[in-house]
């Protein structure tokens, strides 16, 4: 199962219920702020630790929420986290309207049939499980063209890690001097 943060506006509220109810239908869990922020505890302050737990982000884009400065905040502080951010389109909405971390994104459209749409979300996202299990989400990045030179590391590392018995583990941060690939090895 995941855990999303969803990232909405209130106007937007039915169809927030039927996304919600679909997630939570298919073994995943939801962070969502009318129903997960305790009563007395700051905004801003739980929904960046409702962010930080969350396995991924799902930004319900609709031109609402798009005057929300609480979105933008939500947007922005997934954007600085990292991890998956998946924009779910409630509406049509030119691509020149959305802020730059969902407009380099593939959006999902939930119109004209928030069925079809949260269906077709639902298949691209790797199953939650019954027993409560979380299922990491990871973002396959393609090796550079003309990226030479790691070959050796990477096999390096592959065996070190079956060694130690780690297989399908990945490193969490590479370290290193500036200007020697750091982030291509990470993606690698």
């Given at each position: 199962m995941a855990l999303f943060f969803i990232s909405y506006s209130r106007a937007d509220q039915v169809k927030v219920d039927a996304v919600v109810d679909a997630l939570k239908a298919h073994n995943h869990s939801v962070w969502l702020d009318r129903r997960s922020i305790p009563v007395g505890h700051k905004w801003e302050l739980a929904i960046g630790l409702g962010i930080a737990g969350a396995d991924a982000v799902l930004v319900l884009v609709s031109k609402t929420s798009l005057a929300s400065k609480w979105m933008r905040r939500e947007i922005d502080l997934a954007n600085e986290r990292g991890g998956p951010i998946f924009p779910a389109l409630l509406e049509?909405?030119?691509?020149?309207?959305?802020?730059?971390?969902?407009?380099?994104?593939?959006?999902?459209?939930?119109?004209p049939s928030?069925?079809?749409?949260?269906?077709?979300?639902?298949?691209?996202?790797?199953?939650?499980?019954?027993?409560?299990?979380?299922?990491?989400?990871?973002?396959?990045?393609?090796?550079?063209?003309?990226?030479?030179?790691?070959?050796?590391?990477?096999?390096?590392?592959?065996?070190?890690?079956?060694?130690?018995?780690?297989?399908?583990?990945?490193?969490?941060?590479?370290?290193?001097?500036?200007?020697?690939?750091?982030?291509?090895?990470?993606?690698?």
């Amino acid at each position: 199962m995941a855990l999303f943060f969803i990232s909405y506006s209130r106007a937007d509220q039915v169809k927030v219920d039927a996304v919600v109810d679909a997630l939570k239908a298919h073994n995943h869990s939801v962070w969502l702020d009318r129903r997960s922020i305790p009563v007395g505890h700051k905004w801003e302050l739980a929904i960046g630790l409702g962010i930080a737990g969350a396995d991924a982000v799902l930004v319900l884009v609709s031109k609402t929420s798009l005057a929300s400065k609480w979105m933008r905040r939500e947007i922005d502080l997934a954007n600085e986290r990292g991890g998956p951010i998946f924009p779910a389109l409630l509406e049509p909405l030119k691509s020149s309207t959305l802020p730059a971390a969902l407009r380099e994104r593939q959006a999902i459209p939930l119109f004209p049939s928030l069925k079809d749409g949260l269906e077709r979300l639902l298949d691209d996202l790797p199953p939650g499980t019954p027993d409560g299990r979380r299922i990491p989400f990871f973002v396959d990045h393609p090796r550079l063209p003309g990226f030479v030179g790691r070959d050796a590391t990477l096999e390096a590392l592959d065996r070190l890690l079956q060694t130690a018995g780690a297989v399908g583990v990945r490193p969490a941060a590479v370290s290193g001097k500036g200007g020697i690939c750091k982030n291509q090895l990470e993606f690698e």
